[in-house]
């Protein structure tokens, strides 16, 4: 496989977990944010590893992501559209997407940018983990028309939502230190 190709089966992986989302198959989306996150980790890192890595791929490879975190955060939405949740699932997909931004946006800048805990890996962890979690306590409660196991996805969330705020925030006081007075807008 191509590093491109692995990029695009990530794609593929969370436009299904949104659907799973959607579809109230928690468990499933979690094992499929989980095999997004792997392959994630992979297309990079072939990429280096076969010399091929440049800024045609490391472009292609943001792109997909932050559509890849759309699928996914779509899908949690519709699973959560009846409640107050749906409002924590807004704070996270805004909060995760700025994270990346401001990384972006700080690095085209000049400055060095890895401060912050939710971080890519960290969001897969617990979306992924969090929606297996959910499922097998869905499964094992077994009520009739009740979503239990749902609040361990929710509380990820919560912490997912904080937690992005915080680092884009962190991530953002970082880059304006590291800018001092070079200028205004």
């Avoid at 409002?87 to 994270?99: D, E, K």
């Avoid at 969090?130 to 239990?148: D, F, N, R």
Wanted: include cysteine; charge should be positive.
């Amino acid at each position: 496989w191509s590093p491109d190709a692995i990029t695009y089966a990530q794609l593929v992986a969370s436009v299904l977990a949104g659907l799973a989302y959607a579809r109230s198959c928690v468990f499933l989306g979690g094992c499929l944010v989980l095999t997004a996150g792997t392959l994630d980790i992979l297309d990079g890192g072939l990429a280096r590893q076969r010399g091929i890595a440049g800024a045609r791929g490391a472009l292609v490879d943001s792109v997909v992501d932050r559509w890849a975190e759309f699928a996914t955060f779509v899908g949690l939405g519709v699973l959560y559209r009846d409640g107050w949740m749906l409002g924590v699932v807004a704070l996270a997909a805004f909060g995760s997407q700025m994270v990346s931004y401001v990384r972006a946006r700080a690095e085209a800048l000049g400055v060095s940018m890895d401060t912050g805990r939710a971080q890519r890996p960290e969001r897969y962890v617990l979306v992924g983990f969090g929606s297996v979690v959910a499922g097998i306590l869905g499964h094992l409660t077994c009520v009739p028309g009740g979503t239990p196991g749902h609040g361990v996805l929710s509380g990820c969330l919560l912490v997912l939502s904080g937690g992005s705020l915080w680092t884009a925030i962190e991530r953002a006081r970082h880059a304006a230190r590291g800018l001092g007075s070079r200028g205004h807008s």
